[in-house]
């Protein structure tokens, strides 16, 4: 069992920049590849990033590749979501997951998720 907790919810302005963290506890979380997803309103689930247990390699969306860095410090158990050069559309709960499946893009690939936080980027 590993639980998930995020932080760093925030309104910012276009253009600006945002840290999520995802803090990690339980069964050895850093043996589990890790990712963020994010839903904005009335649409599904989205996969935003993802990173090995090693940390590695990582992997990103097309819609945030270039802006977002993925990290992870196994040491704190944390992963972290560097975002950049925000946009409106990037607006969303953001979700951390955890998978044993090495790294996935695929949300029913994560079995344990955070309870979400929410990024709002105004125009």
């Known amino acids: 069992q590993v639980q998930l907790l995020e932080s760093g919810t925030g309104l910012v302005q276009a253009g600006d920049s945002l840290r999520l963290s995802c803090g990690a506890s339980?069964?050895?979380?850093?043996?589990?590849?890790m990712g963020w997803f994010r839903q904005a309103p009335g649409k599904e689930r989205e996969f935003v990033a993802a990173?090995?247990?090693?940390?590695?390699?990582?992997s990103y969306a097309d819609s945030v590749k270039g802006r977002f860095t993925i990290s992870r410090d196994n040491a704190k158990s944390t992963v972290y979501l560097q975002m950049n050069n925000l946009k409106p559309e990037d607006t969303a709960v953001y979700y951390c997951?955890?998978?044993?499946?090495?790294?996935?893009?695929?949300?029913?690939?994560?079995?344990?998720w955070g309870q979400g936080t929410q990024v709002t980027v105004s125009s």
């Open positions: 339980g069964r050895t979380p850093s043996t589990y590849g």
């Open positions: 997951a955890a998978t044993r499946l090495g790294m996935a893009t695929i949300a029913g690939a994560y079995t344990y």
């Open positions: 990173v090995s247990a090693s940390g590695r390699t990582t």
